[in-house]
């Protein structure tokens, strides 16, 4: 049984940071692609960022968050992390770590319905 388990949300003034964690059991990690969707009240889940789990990590990130928002990983945990820095007042959202399973050498999915493992959510919310 998959799942996928986060962790690290909280409230934050705008410009500070958090650590987002995704601890994921019950499916070979390495042949997988997992990423970080968010969903705010009244608007659609999106793709905040997306990395392979094979070797070379490829990353996708959204034009929102680049240079803001680092994506990694920790094979041997098989766990996921978004580290947000400098956050904004629209960065405010549910935070949603996914998972689909991939070939070692697939690019990644990077919409919301190409992943069929999602966690429970953790609240991220920035305030001025």
């Known amino acids: 049984q998959v799942q996928l388990v986060e962790s690290g949300g909280g409230s934050v003034q705008v410009g500070g940071s958090l650590r987002l964690s995704c601890a994921s059991s019950?499916?070979?990690?390495?042949?997988?692609?997992m990423g970080w969707f968010r969903q705010a009240p009244g608007k659609e889940r999106e793709r905040v960022a997306i990395?392979?789990?094979?070797?070379?990590?490829?990353?996708n990130y959204a034009d929102s968050v680049k240079g803001r928002f680092t994506i990694s990983k920790d094979n041997a945990k098989n766990t996921l992390y978004l580290q947000m820095n400098s956050l904004k007042a629209e960065d405010t959202a549910m935070y949603y770590c996914?998972?689909?399973?991939?070939?070692?050498?697939?690019?990644?999915?990077?919409?919301?319905?190409?992943?069929?493992?999602w966690g429970q959510g953790t609240q991220v919310t920035v305030s001025s």
């Open positions: 996914a998972a689909v399973q991939a070939g070692i050498w697939a690019p990644c999915p990077v919409v919301p319905g190409a992943f069929p493992y």
């Open positions: 019950g499916y070979a990690a390495s042949r997988s692609c």
């Open positions: 990395m392979h789990f094979n070797n070379y990590g490829g990353t």
